[in-house]
């Protein structure tokens, strides 16, 4: 390792004399270089480069540099710190030599090399087996277990995603609400995920005012606070004074089946019931409301032999004449109190005396349901979308008032947004990727305010093939601005004329 350090990082300004004698007593880690670089979003990130003394399980001690950076990428990876990299270390040293520093260090600890090997070809087995040719046997996976890529499981419950609001489509009885500005949230029960299936850590006090029913959200901090959250729920060390902060907004319960109306007010009821009947989360199955998946308080027994929380089906029969459970249709919706199971959960219960007024009030303070109002027609969302604007708010949602909640993308969630225009001049270029290989990515750009970033939504072929000149200036639209004061999702719209 030290070979490695001494003949291939010597030339970088960072770089310090090989460490004292791995025998010498004295500290275990050396510092050698603590700095800073801005990331792609604007967002500034420390870097720190260190010798470190390790032993691995051959009870062999080396020195072995060491690199950390604050960018989330760095953090939440799931590997000791020896082995993690990211771009800006990558780019600070040199891909290439970043590439030898992980491998002698993943070499040194026994583990995979930085450059994944081939998986591995099962043994064929010895056993012959005999198929009868007119059998079809489907063929099993040739890919053991050693050797499956380790992914991130994909969510159980994919997010809806809205679409643009086209102006053809008429809003009038949609529910509307402000677009908020602010981290979305999956609940499903059990952990907090991000739309994309990641666990979100948040501090167990909080955990424990959501309800067993899945619901889909936002975190939000305020308006205009959207790094500042950000940076709160990044982290995998959660403060619980910073979470406070922070409050769930619901806007649905993906789970539920029935119209927007019929979802919110079941997330309502789940999320009031929290703390008022401190049930054992390990209580069976039957004894929880198929609908609400809390333990049944008042059960009654429905036409098709399950029994609910009585205030939860007669909501269910409000909008439908089926069975929640097998969704097929019922002679009555008529229902009959289940007395023996009333009795089997009041003995696993502990009695709890009646609540005073005062303790009728919600248990949780970061929970709360989004208001949504009926969308009098296209005047209205206009009007709506200039009162928000006017409040710093980034713009208003229309959700279809009767549908079901859908997963992916869909026009019964449409987002109604305004851009700012702005001019920028083309200082570079950064290459493509994937369909774009070997053409123009995106325009490096600097604004009137000498920021820089990057343009390459809005291109068409033709500039990816023959970009702008150095120097150009184009006209770029944005939706709002980071603290740093970095234009957010810039899109190319045409070359400045000047007038």
């Known amino acids: 390792m030290q070979d490695i350090v001494k003949t291939k990082y010597a030339a970088y300004p960072w770089y310090?004399?090989?460490?004292?004698?791995?025998?010498?007593?004295?500290?275990?880690?050396?510092?050698?270089?603590?700095?800073?670089?801005?990331?792609?979003?604007?967002?500034?990130?420390?870097?720190?480069?260190?010798?470190v003394r390790r032993t691995n399980e051959k009870n062999e001690t080396t020195w072995m540099i060491t690199t950390f950076c604050s960018c989330p990428a760095w953090r939440w990876q799931k590997t000791r710190a020896e082995h993690r990299t990211c771009k800006h270390i990558a780019t600070h040293i040199n891909r290439h030599h970043e590439m030898i520093r992980i491998t002698a260090n993943q070499e040194f600890f026994g583990g995979e090399t930085y450059t994944p090997a081939p998986r591995a070809k099962p043994a064929k087995s010895k056993v012959?087996?005999?198929?009868?040719?007119?059998?079809?046997?489907?063929?099993?996976?040739?890919?053991?277990?050693a050797t499956k890529p380790s992914v991130v499981p994909p969510p159980s419950i994919h997010v809806t995603l809205a679409q643009k609001w086209d102006k053809k489509k008429d809003p009038t009885n949609y529910y509307m609400s402000e677009k908020l500005d602010g981290?979305?949230?999956?609940?499903?029960?059990?952990?907090?995920m991000s739309r994309n299936g990641k666990e979100i850590f948040a501090p167990q006090e909080l955990l424990q005012q959501l309800p067993p029913l899945a619901?889909?959200?936002?975190?939000?901090?305020?308006?205009?606070?959207?790094?500042?959250?950000?940076?709160?729920?990044?982290?995998?060390?959660?403060?619980?004074?910073d979470w406070k902060k922070i409050t769930y907004m619901v806007f649905d319960a993906p789970t539920v089946q029935g119209p927007l109306k019929q979802r919110l007010e079941q997330a309502k009821l789940a999320i009031e019931r929290v703390g008022r009947t401190q049930?054992?989360?390990?209580?069976?199955?039957?004894?929880?409301?198929?609908?609400?998946?809390?333990?049944?308080?008042?059960?009654?027994?429905?036409?098709?032999?399950?029994?609910?929380?009585?205030e939860a089906i007669q909501r269910w029969f409000l909008t439908h004449g089926t069975s929640p459970m097998t969704n097929k249709r019922l002679d009555s919706t008529n229902v009959v109190p289940n007395h023996a199971l009333r009795n089997a959960i009041a003995r696993l219960t502990p009695e709890v005396p009646p609540l005073s007024s005062t303790e009728r009030e919600p248990k949780n303070t970061w929970i709360k349901i989004l208001d949504q109002q009926i969308?009098?027609?296209?005047?209205?969302?206009?009007?709506e979308l200039k009162s928000v604007l006017a409040k710093g708010?980034?713009?208003?949602?229309?959700?279809?008032?009767?549908?079901?909640?859908?997963?992916?993308?869909?026009?019964?969630?449409?987002?109604?947004?305004?851009?700012?225009?702005?001019?920028?001049?083309?200082?570079?270029?950064?290459?493509?990727?994937?369909?774009n290989e070997g053409k123009v990515g995106s325009l490096q750009c600097r604004n009137k305010e000498g920021k820089e970033f990057y343009v390459g939504s809005g291109l068409d072929e033709h500039?990816?093939?023959?970009?702008?000149?150095?120097?150009?200036?184009?006209?770029?639209?944005?939706q709002e601005k980071t603290l740093n004061g970095i234009p957010r999702f810039p899109t190319f719209v045409r070359l400045y004329e000047s007038e």
């Open 16 to 51: 310090r004399p090989p460490p004292p004698s791995i025998d010498d007593p004295g500290e275990n880690k050396i510092d050698l270089f603590e700095g800073s670089c801005q990331g792609s979003t604007g967002s500034t990130y420390n870097l720190k480069f260190q010798y």
């Open 128 to 145: 012959k087996v005999k198929v009868t040719p007119t059998k079809k046997i489907a063929k099993k996976s040739t890919v053991t277990k």
């Open 183 to 192: 981290m979305r949230c999956l609940w499903d029960g059990k952990k907090l």
């Open 215 to 241: 619901l889909d959200g936002e975190l939000f901090l305020g308006r205009g606070q959207f790094q500042h959250c950000m940076k709160i729920v990044r982290t995998q060390c959660p403060s619980a004074q």
């Open 279 to 310: 049930a054992p989360r390990d209580f069976p199955d039957e004894y929880r409301c198929p609908i609400t998946l809390n333990v049944m308080v008042d059960p009654c027994l429905a036409a098709d032999g399950h029994s609910y929380e009585r």
């Open 375 to 383: 969308c009098q027609g296209p005047d209205h969302v206009v009007l």
């Open 393 to 435: 708010g980034e713009g208003v949602m229309l959700k279809h008032p009767t549908n079901h909640y859908k997963q992916g993308r869909t026009w019964d969630l449409m987002k109604v947004k305004q851009f700012h225009d702005d001019e920028a001049e083309i200082i570079g270029y950064k290459d493509g990727t994937g369909k």
């Open 463 to 478: 500039l990816r093939d023959h970009p702008p000149r150095i120097g150009t200036f184009i006209t770029y639209r944005y």
